[in-house]
């Protein structure tokens, strides 16, 4: 019987510990809240736009990528193995456009690559992906900044 009572000592010690700790970290997570930085205060980003064939969808993803840009901010459209007006499109929207053409190599993979190759020697702190279907409403692409 004496046997017992130093084992359970012992085991309540050993979970004791870690559940306090845990708890501290939780209340300790409570006093200080990150806020999200207001468009003002964040970071310049590069949105890459992959797209093939996407004529009919493209200026509205576009306009509503660049109504919530900042000057310092880039918007690149990747028009790849298009075989429509999508480059065109998205140029006239106000995007800067990178035609790929390579039949071999093809898919929304690449595309990113070639995107990615294409801001490399301009390179900006964040890199945001978004489809070219896609509209984004406000705050939308930099409310996780």
């Given amino acids: ?24 970290e ?5 006093l200080r809240r990150q806020v999200a930085p207001t468009p003002a205060e964040r970071l ?4 890459i736009i992959p797209a093939h064939d996407e ?3 493209i200026a509205r993803t576009v306009v509503s990528v660049t109504s919530q840009m900042r000057p310092f901010d880039r918007l690149l459209v990747v028009a790849d193995n ?3 007006a999508t480059a065109e499109i998205a140029r006239a ?4 456009v990178l035609e790929r053409t390579d039949l071999k190599l093809r898919g929304k993979g690449y595309a990113l690559d070639a ?8 390179p900006l702190p964040f890199v945001v992906f978004i489809d070219a279907d896609c509209i984004i409403e406000a705050a939308g692409a930099y409310g996780c900044s």
């Fill in 82 to 84: 298009c075989t429509d």
């Fill in 1 to 24: 019987m004496s046997m017992i009572s130093p084992v359970l000592w012992l085991f309540s010690i050993c979970t004791a510990i870690p559940t306090a700790l845990y708890g501290i």
């Fill in 55 to 57: 004529e009919e969808g």
């Fill in 26 to 30: 939780v209340s300790m997570s409570f």
């Fill in 115 to 122: 995107g990615l190759h294409a801001i490399a020697q301009n």
């Fill in 93 to 96: 929207a106000g995007a800067e």
């Fill in 44 to 47: 310049p980003a590069v949105i």
